[in-house]
T-cell receptor, first 112, second 116 residues
């Protein structure tokens, strides 16, 4: 199974950028890289995804290494509401559907 | 627009019993997937349903089974419950159009199962 590895926890000061790393050395050519975050007592929430090129949206940016074996989620200005567990996930094709392989996630603490 | 809803939110069962968890997908979403999240762990993919058929399965035994109904809602059934089945069970829906899934999942808040 495709797997990801992330640091267990990270801290950031409020209003500073945060770079959350992820290694996925077993990624295959058709696997997408997704990031979700999960607040306590809630289901995960979509953040961003990409295949090969860097991606930007209103929530974050995703930087993908040229060999695709690692990626970094970038939150440009951390706020207290960004405190959550961030999951780096590989999405593999399975028939007409997808399989999502979650890692153990990085717990982000934002310091006021 | 109604989001993904799951029921029940909490339940307690004993070893050997059977449980059924229910999920209503977000409006217009025809693909539903189920995940098991043990305490302190990331969600683990159980299976996915599209057009009322299972079209993807993770590393879970056959006693984990499911259904999808014509209105896209879904059930997760677990037979012969074991202590290790205690977890948060998450349902996620997503739209599939023209045979292609967007890959963006919308999760419910989960059903917390405790097996004693």
């Amino acid at each position: 199974d495709a797997k990801t590895t992330q640091p267990n926890s990270m801290e950031s000061n409020e209003e500073e950028p945060v770079h959350l790393p992820c290694n996925h050395s077993t990624i295959s050519g058709t696997d997408y890289i997704h990031w979700y975050r999960q607040l306590p007592s809630q289901g995960p929430e979509y953040v961003i995804h990409g295949l090969t090129s860097n991606v930007n949206n209103r929530m974050a940016s995703l930087a993908i290494a040229e060999d695709r074996k690692s990626s970094t989620l970038i939150l440009h200005r951390a706020t207290l509401r960004d405190a959550a567990v961030y999951y780096c996930i590989l999405r593999a094709r399975a028939g007409t559907g997808n399989q999502f392989y979650f890692g153990t996630g990085t717990s982000l603490t934002v310091i006021p | 627009e109604t989001g993904v809803t799951q029921s029940p939110t909490h339940l307690i069962k004993t070893r050997g019993q059977q449980v059924t968890l229910r999920c209503s997908s977000q409006s217009g979403h025809n693909t539903v997937s189920w995940y098991q999240q043990a305490l302190g762990q990331g969600p683990q993919f159980i299976f996915q349903y599209y057009r009322e058929e299972e079209n993807g399965r993770g590393n879970f035994p056959p006693r984990f089974s499911g259904l999808q109904f014509p209105n896209y809602s879904s059930e997760l059934n677990v037979n012969a419950l074991e202590l290790d089945d205690s977890a948060l069970y998450l349902c996620a829906s997503s739209p599939t159009t023209g045979g292609r899934n967007t890959g963006e999942l919308f999760f419910g808040e989960g059903s917390r199962l405790t097996v004693l």
